[in-house]
């Protein structure tokens, strides 16, 4: 859903008039081939006044934040979407732009645009809402960090974020800077997202996006910040010089995100977030699914008081995960999408959840519910104890990849399965990998 509004005060009357305002999705990318080429999904910002500062959106308000994104795709217009799909009140967006980021803070050049929403500079997103700029023309090359500048005077914390970006973004001292170039005002740092949910290029006829989704392995806990060292990020760079080199890999995984319950820290459930994160990007034509560690997981961890990131604490057998993995399955199908399953990587789990996983990565690979499979268990796992990663591929907590372990996740999806036709895969046999 997106609208506009010119002024704050008609806030809520733009969030009472949203379904009427708006455009339908084929009529607003309409004008071009239009692929998204950097995406975050979006989550709640928890409300508890237990929660740690980690947990806490920083304080903007009256501040403008430059956010840096990379790239995917070339093209020569860009259009930005905002997410205000936590949000408890509408925000309003008093000035945003787009430029080419020449490191930091500061933008190269001339290269700065002024974004506007249906021809005005200032806009208001209703709760629950999202909201997409128009195009602009800017000549970005593929692999370009693009800075995106908001100046809000929004009372209050952002209620929707990204939680963990791997990225420096900045926050300046009171004022809007959105059209700064030097980034000295830039005084504050964070590594969220606020409110910035997709970059879209018009570009190539032959480009097309792939969303990853899943949970802190996709994500890219504990890679290195600001390197883009996350397993679709390293994918992205493989495609280069390859017949894949059209394909922008979005990146939409939630860190702590289960496929079958919700959290107060960890978003949505994937199940009920797949068809807005993944499903609705411009251009999208696959997905990529990896999930379901965490579920396995946050049934045996002991409730705490306050903020308990891991509640609900159910116990989740493989039969629970696999029927929602199909029921996740048959929304890609019924928007003629193609999804491919990754298999869950070892965790050092006990015994009793170890079966869980294994009996798990069996069905990924041998039902031929998804249209292919990506093996990324058997790419990182130690051999001589398959329930554990290879030490060089483990990050230290036994759970997520080291940056080398998220290259290997990436080396091990089979280029053939991402530019394959993009009908559905008729149901049968599974897909065989290419590589």
């Given at each position: 859903?997106?609208?506009?509004?010119?002024?704050?005060?008609?806030?809520?009357?733009?969030?009472?008039?949203?379904?009427?305002?708006?455009?339908?999705?084929?009529?607003?990318?309409?004008?071009?081939?239009?692929?998204?080429?950097?995406?975050?999904?979006?989550?709640?910002?928890?409300?508890?006044?237990?929660?740690?500062?980690?947990?806490?959106?920083?304080?903007?308000?009256?501040?403008?934040?430059?956010?840096?994104?990379?790239?995917?795709?070339?093209?020569?217009?860009?259009?930005?979407?905002?997410?205000?799909?936590?949000?408890?009140?509408?925000?309003?967006?008093?000035?945003?732009?787009?430029?080419?980021?020449?490191?930091?803070?500061?933008?190269?050049?001339?290269?700065?645009?002024?974004?506007?929403?249906?021809?005005?500079?200032?806009?208001?997103?209703?709760?629950?809402?999202?909201?997409?700029?128009?195009?602009?023309?800017?000549?970005?090359?593929a692999g370009a960090a693009l800075a995106v500048s908001l100046y809000s005077t929004q009372p209050g914390a952002p209620t929707t974020w990204h939680k963990v970006a791997s990225q420096v973004n900045y926050i300046s001292t009171p004022?809007?800077?959105?059209?700064?170039?030097?980034?000295?005002?830039?005084?504050?740092?964070?590594?969220?997202?606020?409110?910035?949910?997709?970059?879209?290029?018009?570009?190539?006829?032959?480009?097309?996006?792939?969303?990853?989704?899943?949970?802190?392995?996709?994500?890219?806990?504990?890679?290195?910040?600001?390197?883009?060292?996350?397993?679709?990020?390293?994918?992205?760079?493989?495609?280069?010089?390859?017949?894949?080199?059209?394909?922008?890999?979005?990146?939409?995984?939630?860190?702590?995100?289960?496929?079958?319950?919700?959290?107060?820290?960890?978003?949505?459930?994937?199940?009920?977030?797949?068809?807005?994160?993944?499903?609705?990007?411009?251009?999208?034509?696959?997905?990529?699914?990896?999930?379901?560690?965490?579920?396995?997981?946050?049934?045996?961890?002991?409730?705490?008081?306050?903020?308990?990131?891991?509640?609900?604490?159910?116990?989740?057998?493989?039969?629970?995960?696999?029927?929602?993995?199909?029921?996740?399955?048959?929304?890609?199908?019924?928007?003629?999408?193609?999804?491919?399953?990754?298999?869950?990587?070892?965790?050092?789990?006990?015994?009793?959840?170890?079966?869980?996983?294994?009996?798990?990565?069996?069905?990924?690979?041998?039902?031929?519910?998804?249209?292919?499979?990506?093996?990324?268990?058997?790419?990182?796992?130690?051999?001589?104890?398959?329930?554990?990663?290879?030490?060089?591929?483990?990050?230290?907590?036994?759970?997520?990849?080291?940056?080398?372990?998220?290259?290997?996740?990436?080396?091990?999806?089979?280029?053939?399965?991402?530019?394959?036709?993009?009908?559905?895969?008729?149901?049968?046999?599974?897909?065989?990998?290419?590589?």
């Amino acid at each position: 859903m997106k609208l506009f509004c010119l002024t704050i005060s008609r806030a809520a009357a733009c969030a009472a008039l949203a379904v009427a305002l708006a455009p339908s999705s084929a009529a607003a990318w309409a004008d071009g081939h239009w692929v998204g080429t950097w995406a975050a999904a979006p989550q709640a910002v928890a409300q508890n006044r237990a929660a740690p500062s980690y947990d806490r959106a920083p304080a903007v308000t009256g501040r403008t934040v430059r956010q840096i994104v990379y790239s995917r795709l070339a093209g020569q217009r860009v259009r930005v979407t905002f997410s205000n799909t936590f949000g408890t009140q509408p925000l309003a967006i008093s000035e945003a732009t787009v430029a080419l980021s020449a490191g930091d803070a500061a933008l190269r050049p001339n290269t700065e645009r002024l974004l506007s929403f249906r021809g005005r500079r200032a806009a208001v997103i209703a709760p629950g809402a999202e909201l997409t700029s128009d195009p602009v023309s800017l000549d970005v090359p593929a692999g370009a960090a693009l800075a995106v500048s908001l100046y809000s005077t929004q009372p209050g914390a952002p209620t929707t974020w990204h939680k963990v970006a791997s990225q420096v973004n900045y926050i300046s001292t009171p004022g809007n800077y959105a059209e700064d170039f030097d980034g000295k005002a830039y005084r504050g740092r964070t590594t969220a997202y606020l409110w910035l949910a997709g970059v879209a290029l018009d570009t190539r006829s032959s480009a097309f996006a792939v969303a990853a989704i899943g949970d802190s392995i996709t994500d890219g806990l504990h890679s290195s910040l600001n390197q883009n060292r996350r397993w679709p990020d390293a994918l992205a760079r493989r495609l280069q010089g390859t017949e894949a080199r059209h394909v922008a890999i979005l990146n939409l995984g939630i860190s702590g995100n289960r496929l079958l319950n919700d959290s107060a820290c960890y978003g949505q459930r994937l199940e009920a977030r797949f068809a807005r994160d993944a499903l609705a990007q411009p251009g999208v034509r696959a997905v990529i699914l990896q999930v379901g560690i965490n579920d396995i997981n946050f049934g045996a961890t002991p409730p705490r008081r306050g903020l308990d990131c891991d509640a609900p604490h159910v116990v989740v057998q493989a039969k629970d995960l696999i029927a929602g993995y199909r029921r996740v399955i048959a929304q890609a199908h019924a928007r003629g999408i193609r999804i491919l399953g990754g298999t869950l990587l070892p965790a050092s789990l006990p015994p009793e959840r170890e079966q869980v996983r294994l009996a798990v990565n069996h069905w990924i690979r041998t039902s031929g519910a998804f249209d292919g499979v990506i093996d990324f268990d058997a790419a990182l796992r130690d051999p001589t104890m398959p329930d554990r990663l290879l030490p060089r591929f483990d990050c230290g907590d036994h759970v997520h990849p080291s940056d080398a372990g998220y290259a290997a996740m990436a080396a091990a999806v089979p280029l053939g399965l991402l530019v394959a036709p993009a009908q559905v895969a008729q149901r049968g046999a599974p897909t065989s990998p290419l590589e």
